[in-house]
């Protein structure tokens, strides 16, 4: 990572956070789909998180992600493919199904995943993260979310 954190000059990762959403999804999903599909990458990949905040008065608050995330968006197609080049590439990811709408609690939501091959998967969005050339390849197709 570059170090380099002056204010006139950019931090660029040599790592890349990103999403991929079906751009048919409605606000809600989308919103809700990027949230879960973020929050399993900082249980497996523990370098992404940074420190701990704190306000002035000494308030703390939970440390985030230390990069930003870029959300991406593509048909059902280029959602599959990235699932794909993610998969072939054993890059971190989290994956997200239509089915996942339907279910009310987290062992359901397993269970809807566990129930379908990976090559059938109905994904609505997939997360990864990774080296930034191997991230950019995976969202390949896809397109920056407006």
Known sequence: MTTDTTQSTPVRFD???????????????????TAFLVSGLGTQVPEVIGEPYADADDTPYLPMFRQPVMVFEGTKEAVTAAHGRALGRDLPRAVFTSDLFT?????????????????????????????RNAVDKVMKGSRMHP
């Open 103 to 131: 279910t009310g609690n987290d062992a359901d939501n397993r269970a809807a995943v566990r129930a379908v091959p990976a090559g059938r998967l109905d994904l609505v969005g997939v997360a990864v993260y990774g080296p």
């Open 15 to 33: 790592t890349k956070i990103a999403v991929v959403l079906r751009e048919d999804l409605e606000t809600w999903q989308r919103l809700n789909v």
